[in-house]
Every structure is written in C-alpha cells, then in structure tokens.
C-alpha cells in the first residue's frame, strides 16, 4: 500500500497541559486558559484556549470553542474556531460550525453542521464566514455528515 508522507510542519504545541475539568464537574460561564486544556466534564459557555483544547470521550462542550488545535473524542454543540487542526474522534459527537485549516474525522464520529477550511490561519478563526473579498468561498462548504448513516446504505 503506497501513502504519502505527511510533509507539512509539526503542530506547535507547548506540550503542557496545564488546566483540566474532570469527570463528574461541570463548569458553566467564559472560560479562558493560556496553554492547554482536556475536558472530561461538562462546560457549558465560551472557551478559549491558546494552545490545545482534548475533549475526552465523556467530555461535553456547550459553546464557543476558540484554539489552535483540537482532539475532540466527546461532544461538542455550537462553534469550534481553530487556526491549526481539529480531529474528530471515532465515537466523537459534534454539532455546529468548524471552522479550521486542517479537519480529519475519524470513521465512526458524527460530525452534523457546517465546516469551513482555509489554508489562512487567520481566516479561519475570523467570526463571519466570508473571505476578504465578501464572495463565496468554493472552500466553503456545508457537511451533514453521518458516518452511520452512511454506512447503513
């Protein structure tokens, strides 16, 4: 079986994880974090991380997500906002807008909304879904995807 490298740069990433909502805790209101964050509880309100964002398997996001990259392996409803990459776990559940420059969805998420990429780090995290120029992006798309659904046919 013949893959191609991966050639693109090695996500910058400060490795420390500094902030965690465990299981069983739920946080409800704006929460900001410098560095890294996994959630394995329940956040209901807006986040912005400046590094990564880990969403457990049994982590819930209510929300606006803002970060540079994001694993998520729970829930999410509302907007992820990332200027690096988002994956979407196998068994992960989202609902909303992503909005990235790199998207991978493993087989078996459930990703239901609209997703937008570019390859501007900038763009991807501006808040109206529309280039400079104020004309649609042939990038831009919309996705109702259902991994199990498809499958099913």
Known sequence: MLS???TSEPERS???????IGRGSTFEGALTVQSSLRVDGKVIGNIQVGDSLIVGKEGEIEGEVRVRNAVIGGKVRNKILASGKVVLEAKSVVHGEVRTSRL???EGAIFEGKCSMSDDEKTASLPENANRSGRSNPQNM???SRHEMAAAR
């Open 14 to 20: 400060t490795g420390e994880l500094n902030t965690i």
């Open 4 to 6: 191609r490298k991966d």
């Open 142 to 144: 919309e996705v109702l």
């Open 104 to 106: 991978v969805i493993d």
